[in-house]
């Protein structure tokens, strides 16, 4: 096959399925995916020889979100999303919605900060850099929504409808960093809303939902504006090799297509981790409340009887 200085291959036949989930690995996310899983492995491990446990569903959950990654980037779909809008389109919405999703599930930042050992008295180890990571002032700006709202809509539009998308598929190191970007950008937006994990800005469950819902539309708009367009729009998918024989405007529309249809799934999967979180956090309240009755003789019910025992003497 014929390659680009930029990676993209411009001679790959029809896309099939089959085709795209041909193995086709990019190193720099290959060593990255497979660090990641090393590191959670080893987290996992401590915490076992030390005899604790930890939830073996944060640890499917992790391994699968980072396995997404690794089928849009470590895939002949890597190859086929350079010169395809629709191939591009669901690599862009797996990295940046389903992944971050599972990954976060999986609570790496709790993992760490458990398995980690505590530096010696004076001293600043991983596990100090990273407590005071989680309360700098630069993480409470990142994860706020006045920032990762924004941030998620310009990943859109101040991305694909300004020459910067074509200046970043110009190189593999741009092509990276955007992939890389849609990564990030779906971790600091989903985390303050349905991550296990510490952060510095956690609201309500309905703030959080509301976060959500502030930010899924524009997905929305930005596939019916890809879809309703009557010429192709995004300039390095205007002219795609003849070997895929693929019509520019209707790959536009498809691409179009996926990224509305997946304005809804992650919508749906965070709100059901939301009600799975907020019904877990209310159990926890009830026991907590349980076990301070017992300690005390549930001295706030007594005080409360008394007191409407007190109402009922001054009536008489």
């Known amino acids: 096959m014929d390659h680009s200085g930029h990676g993209t291959t411009t001679d790959l036949p029809p896309f099939t399925l089959g085709r795209g989930l041909e193995w086709s ?24 020889r030390r005899g604790d446990a930890w939830p073996v569903g944060r640890t499917v959950s992790f391994v699968l979100g980072v396995l997404s ?23 862009h919405m797996v990295i940046s919605m389903l992944s971050p999703i599972m ?10 900060l458990r398995a980690l050992p505590v530096a010696g008295r004076g001293r600043r180890g991983p596990r100090e850099l990273l ?26 539009y101040g991305l694909y409808f300004t020459p910067l998308f074509e200046f970043l598929m110009g190189s593999t190191p ?28 956690r609201p309500g469950y309905v703030m959080r939902m509301l976060e959500l819902f502030a930010g899924m539309p524009f997905h929305a708009f930005f596939g019916i504006a890809l879809m309703m ?38 919508s749906v999967l965070v709100l059901i981790a939301l009600v799975f979180q907020w019904y877990a956090s209310d159990q926890r309240q009830a026991r907590r409340q349980d076990r301070a009755a ?15 025992a007190s109402l009922h003497s001054r009536g008489r």
């Not at 690794?70 to 999303?81: E, I, R, S």
């Not at 990954?103 to 760490?112: C, E, M, S, V």
């Open 25 to 48: 690995p990019e190193p720099f996310f290959l060593i990255g995916c497979l660090l990641a899983l090393a590191l959670y492995g080893w987290g996992v491990a401590r915490l076992v």
């Open 69 to 91: 990654v690794m089928l849009v980037m470590c895939t002949a779909l890597n190859d086929y999303g350079m010169v395809m809008f629709s191939v591009h389109m669901v690599q």
């Open 103 to 112: 990954l976060l599930l999986g609570a790496p930042i709790t993992l760490a």
């Open 131 to 156: 407590l005071g990571l989680l309360h700098s002032r630069y993480l409470k700006v990142i994860t706020h929504p006045g920032f990762t709202i924004p941030l998620f809509i310009a990943s859109l």
């Open 174 to 201: 741009g092509h990276l960093a955007m992939m890389v970007h849609f990564l990030a950008t779906g971790l600091v937006f989903f985390w303050p809303i349905m991550g296990v994990d510490p952060g510095p800005h």
């Open 229 to 266: 367009a009557s010429t192709p729009m995004i300039g390095p998918y205007q002219d795609p090799p003849a070997s895929l024989g693929i019509d520019a405007l209707a790959d536009q529309t498809a691409a179009g297509g996926i990224a509305w249809a997946f304005s809804e799934v992650p």
């Open 294 to 308: 017992d300690r005390d003789g549930d001295k706030e019910l007594a005080e409360y009887n008394a007191y409407l």
